[in-house]
């Protein structure tokens, strides 16, 4: 088979193809006399596999788990697998301590209203106002400045803000993330567009968790053809 060949099933350009090659997600191929390369069956199961994975575990960890099949080495190739379902599993778990942590927040009636001073809310989160400080610089918690003292004054968005921070923190996001993750909460507006967003977000793990589950088989037949051709079988 040609690039094109392999390509055209999956809406692929033939220097795409090439390209999965030269980064050893597929196989080396074959040339023929003329110098064009020669893909067989064993390469058209990879890019299927690829593909596959690369919807479920992103694209850097399904070229990771591709090369270590093509060496042949599945130590690497199930940890790399492992690892990201453990990553979603923990993700899962932070959503659901996130939708609590919020769903009490947003249950009071009277959800800590006026402002709460630094140390308060360091000592209602078990932290040191010096890590809320480092929140605000890096654009997680957007706290009010008493007029008369200039003290920071945390008003009940901000302490919303803050209790969902921690559980981010918890579940091994980044600042960077926290802060995108609170970005879209400050925008989510009332508690059916908050509501809203924590579906999305439970639905994008839920596609994901699917997304691994459908990989596994096009993986599997991959290994399978891998493993008769180093028997001497043929795929």
Request: proline share 5%; hydrophobic share 40%.
């Amino acid at each position: 088979m040609r690039p094109i060949d392999l390509a055209r099933e999956h809406g692929l350009s033939a220097q795409a193809v090439r390209n999965y090659e030269d980064e050893g997600i597929l196989p080396s191929a074959e040339r023929s006399a003329s110098g064009y390369r020669r893909y067989t069956a064993v390469h058209a199961q990879a890019l299927r596999a690829f593909l596959a994975l690369r919807a479920g575990f992103g694209h850097g960890t399904a070229a990771e788990v591709m090369r270590a099949a093509g060496r042949d080495d599945e130590a690497v190739l199930f940890r790399l697998i492992d690892q990201a379902h453990a990553d979603l599993l923990q993700e899962r778990r932070t959503l659901d301590e996130v939708t609590e942590a919020l769903g009490a927040l947003t249950a009071d009636p009277e959800p800590h209203t006026g402002g709460v001073t630094i140390g308060a809310l360091a000592h209602r989160l078990r932290m040191h106002p010096a890590s809320l400080r480092k929140w605000e610089r890096a654009g997680i918690l957007r706290p009010e400045r008493d007029p008369a003292t200039g003290y920071r004054l945390y008003p009940p968005d901000a302490v919303r803000d803050a209790h969902a921070a921690v559980q981010l923190r918890r579940g091994g996001y980044g600042l960077a993330g926290i802060a995108d993750f609170v970005a879209r909460l400050r925008s989510a507006g009332g508690t059916d567009a908050l509501d809203d967003l924590l579906r999305q977000w439970r639905a994008a793990i839920s596609r994901r968790s699917r997304a691994m589950l459908a990989a596994g088989r096009p993986l599997d037949d991959y290994l399978s053809l891998l493993a008769r051709g180093r028997s001497g079988t043929g795929p």
